[in-house]
């Protein structure tokens, strides 16, 4: 799945002047500032902020809708979402945290750090927690 999520920028009328952001399908990530590029810097944050929420509370991270008209499109950065792939994978396969920490040879903080968008993990580990959940990463650019 690509971790890219559409969000309605707002013009802030009750204020007179900034910008709302919100994320159809992502409740609860809702987010503001003063510039439009502001806004939208911060909607990065707000929205991996609110889905490192539904992995600890072990919740279905939620499928992106297709952009619609007058929608941003805010990916998730590729680490954290690395991280909610492997989140998905587990949740998909019905595996635990104490099941992937047996498999791979780790603790279970360093399962739970792992798991934890906010928390920076290394890439290779990541993908070698990936591979063992029978996933791979792929990573694509596409014009801005």
């Known amino acids: 799945m690509q971790y890219a999520y559409p969000c309605n920028l707002i013009p802030d009328h009750e204020e007179g ?3 709302i952001v919100t994320f159809p399908d992502v409740p609860g990530a809702i987010t503001g500032a003063q510039t ?3 806004s939208l810097l911060l909607a990065e944050d ?3 902020a609110m889905l490192a929420v539904y992995v600890q509370q072990q919740r279905e991270i939620p499928t992106p ?3 619609a008209d007058g929608q941003e499109l805010v990916a998730v950065p590729p680490i954290a979402a690395a991280k909610l792939a492997l989140y998905t994978a587990m949740r998909e ?3 635990t945290g104490d099941a992937l920490a047996i498999r791979l040879n780790l603790s279970d903080s360093a399962i739970r750090k792992l798991l934890d968008p ?3 993990s290394h890439i290779s580990q990541i993908m070698r927690a990936l ?3 029978g996933r791979s990463l792929v990573i694509e650019d596409r014009a801005a």
């Open 93 to 95: 396969q019905g595996i």
């Open 118 to 120: 906010d928390c920076y």
């Open 131 to 133: 591979r063992n959940v």
């Open 17 to 19: 002047e900034g910008f």
């Open 46 to 48: 707000v929205l991996v």
């Open 36 to 38: 439009r590029e502001e």
């Open 65 to 67: 809708s297709p952009v």
